[in-house]
């Protein structure tokens, strides 16, 4: 057993107070990944109360149940940002890559506390795949808002067909490393290939690198 909050409030602490001494896009990028951190916490605690309601095991829970949950509190900070201040394309996306660090950070210290960090090998390879992971999948939702933006189509349809998109690349991924064998392999290769495609996606698109 971990005390999480405990985590939390040890590596929120210096971060926070680092918001003293910063100004600028800086100051967002660490306020979005202290927000992450937190939305990281909240996702537990719901994917916690929704395996103890429905009888899940830990299996299920991870390929039915924490994708859904987990994308679902990445964007919602986001969205929220997004409809209120209706920031720069360029300003959106680095909140959507803040977010996901965070979330997979402070997911990958309390993993790292719970099943110990001997083997060197794989946690680099869990540091790879699940950090890629949901950072690879928040910045595909906020590329996809973006667009929808410009061309007049955001809505609640395509809100909501953006997000199924993530939480449907995180269960396929949750669901490719919960066997051992070829299946884990493509699993942690999943998010560094999208990730790859994303940056050459990224680049390309016009005024979305400026």
């Given at each position: ?15 926070i107070?680092?918001?003293?001494f ?11 990944f202290?927000?992450?951190m ?8 719901i994917s916690g109360f929704?395996?103890?309601?429905t009888?899940?095991g830990e299996?299920d829970?991870a390929i039915?149940?924490?994708?859904v949950?987990?994308e ?6 986001l ?10 394309d360029r ?10 660090a965070g979330?997979a950070?402070?997911?990958?210290c309390?993993?790292?506390l ?8 794989y946690?680099l390879?869990?540091?790879l795949?699940?950090?890629?992971m949901?950072?690879?999948?928040i ?7 973006i ?5 007049q189509?955001?809505?609640f349809?395509?809100?909501l ?5 993530a939480?449907t ?11 051992p064998?070829?299946?884990s392999l493509?699993?942690y ?7 790859v495609?994303?940056?050459y996606?990224?680049r390309?698109?016009p005024?979305?690198?400026?």
């Amino acid at each position: 057993m971990i005390y999480a909050e405990n985590i939390l409030l040890c590596i929120a602490v210096p971060l926070i107070i680092s918001l003293l001494f910063i100004r600028g896009e800086v100051r967002r990028y660490v306020s979005a990944f202290l927000l992450g951190m937190g939305v990281c916490l909240i996702a537990a605690y719901i994917s916690g109360f929704l395996s103890l309601a429905t009888g899940m095991g830990e299996n299920d829970t991870a390929i039915f149940l924490s994708p859904v949950v987990e994308e679902l509190m990445k964007l919602m900070p986001l969205l929220f940002f997004l409809v209120l201040f209706s920031p720069e394309d360029r300003t959106l996306t680095m909140l959507a890559v803040a977010i996901g660090a965070g979330f997979a950070t402070f997911e990958n210290c309390c993993y790292i506390l719970t099943s110990g960090a001997e083997s060197l090998t794989y946690i680099l390879i869990r540091g790879l795949a699940v950090g890629v992971m949901h950072i690879v999948s928040i910045f595909a939702l906020s590329i996809w808002l973006i667009v929808a933006k410009r061309l007049q189509v955001f809505s609640f349809p395509a809100v909501l067909g953006s997000l199924s998109l993530a939480m449907t690349f995180h269960a396929l991924y949750n669901l490719l490393v919960s066997e051992p064998g070829v299946s884990s392999l493509i699993g942690y290769l999943l998010p560094l290939l999208a990730a790859v495609g994303l940056t050459y996606l990224y680049r390309k698109l016009p005024h979305f690198a400026e």
